[in-house]
């Protein structure tokens, strides 16, 4: 795996038990440094299953989401930091003191324990959500497009280091938030796969080619029957 993709490349442990996490990560170490622990994972094994991959010298993106009122947020966030992770998430949906404040509370741990500083992403709008769905269960009348342009915005107003968006949004994104706001992109499938339950899907090789700085592979590796060679397919397709 060339060095500059393998930084980009973050794949999802979505499993419940901690010695299947651990065996993928084992299966895959060479070629992807960064895992994505979900609720699932840490539903089931909590921090100390990130220890365990910390220990394996990878790196961890918490995809926790998480969506509370902003004392929660902060205190969620502390921790998250505590926890030595590379990345983790708040929805953006949360609302911008949710946001601020997660922000403050890593920089002010980080600045105390003189460790590393996870970035923050915010979620805009789930990979797995459509036009349709956003207007008529969640009552958003202005499009899609223009409601998770919003909502990065305000991600970047509200000091976050970049968002969670579809592919197909990054150009946009980048164009209005400039380059160095990062955009992590789920919903990645080759064009042979199926979307499942995602709706706003793209192959990895438009994903990173229109801007994406990390792109998550999920059921498009772990769930093939031989994810090993998925995962050449990918960098096939990149
Ligand atoms: O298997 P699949 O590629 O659909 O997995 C995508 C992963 O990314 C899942 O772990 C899911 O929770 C996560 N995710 C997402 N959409 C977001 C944020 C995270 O699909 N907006």
């Not at 991600?155 to 976050?160: H, N, Y």
């Not at 792109?215 to 995962?231: F, M, W, Y």
Request: hydrophobic fraction near 40%; charged fraction near 25%.
């Amino acid at each position: 795996m060339p060095a500059n993709l393998k930084k980009r490349l973050i794949l999802a442990l979505d499993v419940d038990e901690r010695s299947r996490a651990l065996d993928i990560v084992d299966r895959f170490g060479e070629h992807i440094d960064i895992y994505k622990v979900g609720l699932e994972l840490f539903t089931a094994q909590g921090p100390s299953v990130v220890k365990d991959i910390h220990g394996r010298g990878k790196k961890v993106f918490l995809d926790l989401k998480f969506h509370d009122i902003p004392n929660t947020v902060a205190k969620a966030a502390r921790t998250a930091a505590r926890l030595g992770v590379f990345m983790f998430n708040v929805h953006a949906q949360a609302g911008s003191e949710a946001m601020r404040r997660a922000r403050d509370e890593v920089v002010a741990f980080s600045l105390k324990e003189g460790s590393p500083r996870p970035l923050v992403l915010a979620v805009t709008v789930l990979t797995s959500q459509n036009e349709e769905g956003l207007k008529t269960e969640l009552g958003v009348q202005h499009g899609l497009r223009t409601h998770v342009k919003h909502l990065a915005s305000l991600a970047k107003q509200s000091g976050l280091d970049g968002v969670v968006a579809s592919g197909q949004e990054v150009r946009m994104i980048k164009e209005r938030l400039g380059d160095k706001f990062l955009i992590v992109a789920p919903g990645i499938r080759l064009s042979t796969s199926p979307p499942d339950d995602q709706k706003r899907t793209m192959s990895p090789g438009e994903a990173l080619r229109a801007g994406a700085d990390f792109i998550v592979l999920g059921r498009a590796v772990t769930g093939q029957t031989d994810p090993e060679k998925a995962l050449e397919q990918i960098c096939m397709d990149i």
